[in-house]
């Protein structure tokens, strides 16, 4: 027999902004099915019919692509099992509900909402776990139709055998059992004809072929369910892999308290989208080497589910912005201004629409920042000292620093020799800094943190050699003199 196909799904459901969670299901099953040559379905779930929308739908498609993940089978691209939205597939839902419903295993059940609360209250006042105890499980046609006339609209529950252990075989966690009689008659269809999630997921991913559920550990108890629909319907179980939560460096559930979720969110930051795959795919991915950056290719080759772990990832956004970083610093000169523009004149530092001259400065500026950044949005924040030249002493040490005695003499000299530099290069300047030393007999760092602090109001940050050509001798002696004057010092 020919060896089965991997088939893998990622099945958002369009409520909302599209979660770093949702990113990190969809990475791990877009590498499966890259690693494995096998195909991956973008099934969208969208039976809650008041929380689903069609803009959510498309974000997460956008993020995906953005992401550098694609389809091949699913909404947009079709496939030989569509539709592949859910409200679109109801009559498939139907057929097999009449069958269940026609072979005894699932029931019309009248219970009102109300009364379906007060059982849970009861329960709850006894100490059980709540569940639903079956009221309808026996009415007979005519029962039925007495509470139809009065109004009553039924939902469709399956019926759940007792006393039954339920084990969900899983790649990831192993062995994981349930009791069914914690699990009571669940609603598969709601009294408006929609089917609940636990019973839609399987009839798609069975229909779909799909070999291999990865998902996120939160549907690791809904699972049983899942269980109990494959065995009513005669369905065969695919493998079922449930990746671990994230929590946040806290250890509690990631929120929005942890800074940004949502994958838009990041973008517009100015993360990269082959940052955001190596950060997640080491949310509960480890290689077998201390290799830390990836590019996706590499992720390609190296991702195993074998290697995925079950105990929590945890989100740390100085891993990611150490990350990002190092794939920020990998960019091309081309890529990383493309980058970076958008910021820059968000941050209105430049419009778009500035001369050759202006441009070119613009570039040589911008340029510098690649390695001073992790993240887009970072660029006009290291570089503000190019456009305005207000600031103040970051602190009374940096002040202090200009109160050394030996700082007259420097500035002396620096006021002297700079305007006499050409052509003001970094070579030149730091010549320049050189000959300083030489001439005042004092250390290196005795002669370049008065100016830079003078210059720039910080003791640390780019070089100096950096960022004087780039100012010009005017600016950069203008800046200094003020510096001395706020400070007092005269030379
Ligand atoms: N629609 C579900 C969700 O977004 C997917 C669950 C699954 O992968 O089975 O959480």
Redesign the pocket.
């Known amino acids: 027999m020919a060896k089965e196909e991997i088939r893998v ?5 369009p409520t909302g902004p599209f979660h770093i969670g ?1 990113a990190r ?1 969809a990475l791990f099953n877009w590498l499966v099915a890259r690693k494995l040559g096998g195909k991956m379905v973008l099934r969208i ?1 969208d039976t809650d019919l008041k929380r689903s929308s069609r803009e959510s739908e498309e974000n997460i498609k956008a993020a995906l692509k953005w992401l550098g993940m694609d389809w091949d089978e699913g909404v947009d691209v079709g496939g030989p099992y569509g539709p592949y939205r859910q409200t679109e597939r109801l009559d498939i839902y139907k057929k097999y509900t009449d069958q269940l419903l026609a072979e005894g295993k699932a029931y019309y059940c009248f219970c009102t909402d109300e009364e379906l609360e007060a059982e849970r209250q009861a329960l709850l006042k006894e100490g059980k776990m709540p569940r639903y105890m079956g009221k309808c499980r026996n009415l007979t046609p005519e029962q039925q139709e007495q509470l139809r006339a009065e109004g009553r609209k039924p939902s469709i529950r399956l019926r759940v055998p007792a006393d039954e252990t339920i084990v969900v075989h899983d790649l990831v966690r192993g062995d994981v059992e349930f009791d069914s009689n914690g699990i009571g008659d669940f609603v598969i269809v709601k009294s408006d004809g929609i089917p609940t ?1 636990n019973y839609a ?1 399987v009839i798609d ?1 069975s229909l779909m072929h799909i070999t291999h ?1 990865i ?2 550990e ?2 690791l108890s ?1 699972t049983p369910r899942q269980l109990l629909v494959y065995e009513a319907l005669g369905f065969k179980q695919p493998v079922f892999g449930h990746i671990s939560l994230i929590l946040g460096k806290d250890h509690t559930k990631m929120s929005k308290r942890h800074g940004a979720t949502s994958v838009d969110q990041y973008r517009q930051l100015g993360y990269l989208p082959e940052g955001i795959d190596n950060f997640l795919a080491l949310l509960g991915w480890a290689p077998n080497s201390e290799q830390e950056i990836f590019t996706m290719q590499e992720l390609i080759q190296q991702f195993s589910m074998e290697h995925v772990a079950k105990n929590p990832a945890v989100f740390d956004l100085d891993k990611l912005n150490w990350i990002n970083g190092k794939h920020m610093r990998q960019l091309s000169d081309e890529d990383f201004m493309t980058v970076a523009v958008p910021h820059m004149e968000k941050a209105g530092f430049m419009t778009g629409k500035e001369d050759t001259a202006k441009q070119a400065w613009l570039r040589r500026v911008i340029l510098t920042a690649k390695n001073h950044v992790d993240f887009g949005a970072q660029v006009p924040q290291v570089l503000s000292m190019y456009f305005t030249d207000e600031f103040d002493f970051e602190n009374a040490e940096a002040a202090a620093v200009l109160q050394e005695a030996t700082v007259p003499a420097v500035m002396k000299m620096l006021f002297e020799e700079l305007p006499k530099l050409s052509p003001v290069d970094g070579p030149n300047v730091k010549a320049l800094f050189k000959k300083i030393q030489k001439t005042t007999k004092l250390g290196g760092k005795a002669v370049f943190m008065p100016i830079r602090v003078a210059l720039t109001g910080n003791q640390h940050g780019p070089e100096l050699a950096e960022m004087v050509p780039l100012l010009g001798i005017e600016r950069t002696l203008k800046r200094i003199q003020d510096s001395l004057t706020k400070a007092g010092i005269k030379f």
Do not use: K, W
């Open positions: 799904r990622f099945a958002p459901s949702g299901s779930e999630y997921v991913d559920v998902r996120a939160e549907h809904n």
